[in-house]
């Protein structure tokens, strides 16, 4: 069983920068894919950007440019570096990781853009 816990969510003015990290309970995960997604009240979950075991990556478009999203193996863990924060990111993020074949989600973490 694979547990995700994240970290880095919180309030920001707008143009601000946040950094938000997902990682596994325990040591001992090679996930392939990872990625983030994103649930804005009252929508339906979105993707905001994957990264393969290789590094290909892939962004939504709303977020090109100002986000970027990383992994680092040795810890199991993918980071989203989030830039240029707008109003419209507000949303609760979700990362996901694939582990022999089936996703696994983390329980989500608030981020909040104030205008």
């Known amino acids: 069983q694979v547990q995700l816990v994240e970290s880095g969510g919180g309030l920001v003015q707008a143009g601000g920068s946040l950094r938000l990290s997902c990682a596994p309970s325990?040591?001992?995960?090679?996930?392939?894919?990872m990625g983030w997604y994103r649930q804005a009240p009252g929508k339906q979950r979105d993707l905001v950007a994957t990264?393969?075991?290789?590094?290909?990556?892939n962004y939504a478009d709303s977020v090109k440019g100002r986000f970027t999203i990383s992994r680092d193996n040795a810890k199991s863990t993918v980071y989203l570096q989030m830039n240029s924060l707008k109003p419209e990111d507000t949303a609760v993020y979700y990362c996901?990781?694939?582990?022999?074949?089936?996703?696994?989600w983390g329980q989500g973490i608030q981020v909040t853009v104030s205008s």
């Open positions: 990264i393969t075991s290789r590094g290909n990556t």
């Open positions: 996901k990781v694939v582990f022999l074949l089936r996703d696994y």
């Open positions: 325990r040591s001992g995960f090679s996930f392939t894919a």
